[in-house]
């Protein structure tokens, strides 16, 4: 098991309010994080929490309300192809083809010190890590759920990115496609050594891809509930974790704070 | 079950010249196949395939093509020429009938490039005249209104200092621009271009600018995460995600047009369709009038129908839905 040392994302006192027409809306307070270098990070909870929005703000698509969130010890000031977000419904371009929606993104990348056959060559390893190789020329509404979801992975990786953030990645899917690129997904990171931040709200996907679990609570003034560090050796099998009896206890810590502790929020709001 | 009657006679026909072995064990599983058939047009049904692979597995689709692609609009267009004789007998004879114009029509079609003069010419004259008229009023109020579509979807402030003025003045009858047209051009034909111009550019400002409102955010955020060039945002997301809508400006657009330039030729005179059934009228000559109004009918149709297979080759599946 890899000890995770250095900081690489801080978040440090972030709250963000929205402005609505009921006056002001807090939907995050008093978030603070830190997520070390090829860490692999969980941020489960309820719908309505928050974690998308932590998310957004990671990405940098939106800026907190107060606190900050540093990247490499530089502000994230805002979005940039060194986050490369993975959306939940794929957000692939639908008049371009595949190798075309990666390319996009390789070419903003890699144009100022790389040729086109070079440019190519990356947008084929992408999607030939994603094993999209033969799909590469058909357009988004020609392939499945599960494959656009591959090319928006794709899409991020072929960036080289400091930091992958997925933002409920699977949660589109049906359930054997979604076990399918979650192996996929665990080798192509072991691979890779990224430093993934993945929203989610499946247990078994949480404890199986990651390395810390943060839980959050329930909004408004969602904050970090807990933080549970999953222990599980590397490369992990979702067959064998099945009946793994560590695997069986992050589950049940997980589920304890979901439904029991965080259930009964729900139920007086 | 009124289709799988129809069915049947087709279904046996072919069934029988397959052979005389197919068509005794056809026989009794021919009813079944059938309805099987109205449900699953694209595969053949497995008795059909096991029994005689050769037997064409086109037919029952064509009769269900027939039944209902060519038979109703037949009966249309005969309850159409049924009324149009009951006008006529009713009428005494004021109103041609379906058979005389028809005539008149194959004499008018036979010769439709004459030129006798300016104010006698073929249909055909006329109705490229008119077209042409309309690809010009409608090409500038494209040039226009475009660029101004996509200005006012994308900065709110321009929205807003716009959208009182296009309120104020898109329910305005073009014809009601004509005479200004004819002040300031001072000629007939740039009046009744720039009446199209006008009644042409507010579909198309109107349906570009809700186009770019409507992009999907989340295009907008995969252009801010890759951080795309403003011109690569405009190139490869916004034209694209704005254009379907675009095309149904220049749609209604064009319909539009085609329905006002009739009118205002028949104000301004000239060579044109408009213009050819006022002068028709003059002369008393129905049978002319009505074949105008059917080759009007059958332009604005044949218009209508390349910009719709337009939009829809430039229309992807995201967007539709």
Redesign the interface.
């Known amino acids: 098991m890899t000890s995770f040392t250095t900081k690489y994302i801080e978040i440090q006192g972030v709250e963000q309010t929205f402005k609505t027409r009921k006056g002001p809306f807090r939907a995050l307070q008093n978030i603070n994080l830190t997520v070390a270098k090829g860490e692999f990070v969980a941020l489960i909870g309820h719908s309505g929490c928050g974690k998308s929005t932590l998310l957004n703000l990671i990405?940098g698509?939106t800026t907190p309300t107060e606190g900050s969130l540093l990247c490499a010890n530089r502000e994230i000031a805002?979005?940039?192809?060194e986050?490369?977000?993975v959306?939940q419904?794929h957000?692939l371009?639908?008049?371009?083809t595949c190798f075309e929606n990666v390319y996009?993104?390789v070419e903003?990348v890699f144009s100022a010190t790389e040729n086109k056959a070079q440019l190519k060559a990356r947008t084929d390893a992408a999607l030939a890590m994603v094993g999209l190789s033969a799909a590469a020329q058909k357009?988004?509404?020609e392939i499945s759920g599960g494959m656009k979801q591959r090319v928006g992975i794709a899409r991020a990786l072929s960036?080289e990115p400091k930091v992958l953030l997925l933002d409920e990645p699977f949660g589109a899917l049906d359930a054997l496609t979604r076990a399918k690129l979650q192996d996929e997904l665990l080798q192509i990171v072991a691979t890779t050594q990224s430093t993934v931040v993945m929203v989610t709200h499946d247990v078994d996907e949480a404890v199986l891809l990651s390395d810390r679990i943060v839980m959050m609570t329930n909004g408004p003034s969602a904050t970090i509930g807990e933080v549970l560090q999953v222990e599980l050796p590397r490369p992990r099998s979702r067959v064998a974790l099945a009946e793994d009896i560590r695997y069986l206890g992050y589950r049940k810590a997980v589920i304890d704070f979901l439904y029991t502790r965080q259930g009964h929020v729900e139920k007086a709001a | 079950m009124v289709s799988a009657v129809f069915h049947n006679p087709l279904e046996a026909a072919p069934a029988a010249r397959g052979g005389d072995k197919p068509k005794a064990r056809d026989a009794g599983p021919a009813p079944l196949a059938a309805t099987h058939n109205m449900t699953n047009t694209s595969t053949t049904p497995p008795a059909a395939q096991a029994a005689a692979p050769a037997m064409p597995a086109r037919a029952p689709w064509d009769a269900s093509f027939l039944w209902l692609a060519v038979l109703p609009p037949l009966l249309g267009l005969g309850l159409l020429a049924l009324v149009w004789e009951l006008v006529f007998m009713g009428t005494g004879g004021s109103i041609p009938s379906p058979k005389d114009t028809l005539l008149q029509a194959a004499q008018i079609f036979s010769d439709p490039f004459y030129s006798k003069g300016p104010n006698d010419q073929g249909v055909g004259w006329n109705v490229l005249s008119s077209l042409k008229r309309v690809a010009m009023g409608f090409g500038m109020a494209a040039v226009v209104g475009i660029p101004v579509g996509f200005m006012i979807g994308r900065f709110n402030f321009l929205s807003r200092m716009f959208n009182p003025l296009i309120s104020l003045l898109r329910p305005v009858s073009p014809l009601a621009w004509l005479p200004i047209g004819l002040l300031v051009f001072k000629g007939a034909n740039p009046a009744a271009i720039w009446t199209i111009f006008i009644c042409s550019i507010w579909p198309m400002i109107i349906n570009t600018a809700v186009g770019v409102q409507r992009v999907p955010q989340d295009y907008m955020n995969v252009a801010r995460v890759l951080n795309l060039s403003e011109w690569k945002i405009v190139t490869k997301i916004l034209f694209p995600a704005v254009l379907p809508y675009m095309l149904t400006g220049v749609r209604l657009a064009v319909g539009t047009a085609w329905l006002v330039i009739v009118a205002a030729e028949m104000l301004t005179g000239g060579v044109g369709i408009g213009f050819w059934v006022w002068d028709e009228w003059n002369n008393l000559n129905v049978k002319n009038i009505i074949i105008a109004i059917f080759v009007i009918g059958i332009v604005g149709l044949v218009l209508e129908f390349a910009l719709i297979k337009l939009a829809t080759a430039f229309t992807f599946e995201e967007v539709k839905n």
């Open positions: 990405a698509l805002g979005p940039g192809p986050r490369a977000v959306f419904n957000s371009l639908p008049w371009l996009l993104a903003r357009r988004p509404g960036m």
